[in-house]
């Protein structure tokens, strides 16, 4: 079986400190899973400013006190073929990375099989 590739992923939230933990477990869910899992995390502000071509990434998420974002992000990175999708409000305020890194994994896989184009807009 082949190894896979990383997985890039942005985290679009308010300030960063949730984020934070649930980008150092969801990383650790990767890793136990053997697939490397790169993960960037930045503010709403920042995202206007993001240059998605220089800095492509597999998947953008978006922190449920955020996701009125989300529209305008996958404007900018959809024709990219760059995933946007929600956090689970769940997911995040229990920092649940495990199943974090299962959406950004079958997200990632759907995408890359062609099989669903709900995969770049998550629903």
């Known amino acids: ?7 890039k992923v942005l985290i679009v939230c308010a300030m960063g400190m949730s984020s934070s933990l649930l980008e150092t477990k969801t990383i650790e869910a990767g890793k136990n899973a053997g697939v490397e899992v790169k993960m960037h995390a930045i503010t709403t502000p920042d995202v206007g400013m ?3 071509q220089a800095n492509w ?3 953008v998420l978006v922190a ?6 989300r529209k305008s992000i ?3 990175a959809n024709p990219l073929g760059i995933i946007v999708q929600d956090i689970d409000p769940i997911t995040f305020g229990m920092v649940d990375g495990e199943k974090l890194f299962q959406q950004v994994r079958e997200a990632v896989k759907a995408r890359d099989a062609g ?5 770049l ?3």
């Open 74 to 76: 996958a404007q900018a």
């Open 57 to 59: 990434v597999d998947v």
């Open 115 to 119: 099989t669903a184009v709900e995969a």
């Open 50 to 52: 993001w240059d998605w």
């Open 64 to 69: 449920p006190q955020v996701r009125y974002k």
């Open 121 to 123: 807009s998550g629903r």
């Open 1 to 7: 079986m082949a190894e896979e590739k990383p997985i």
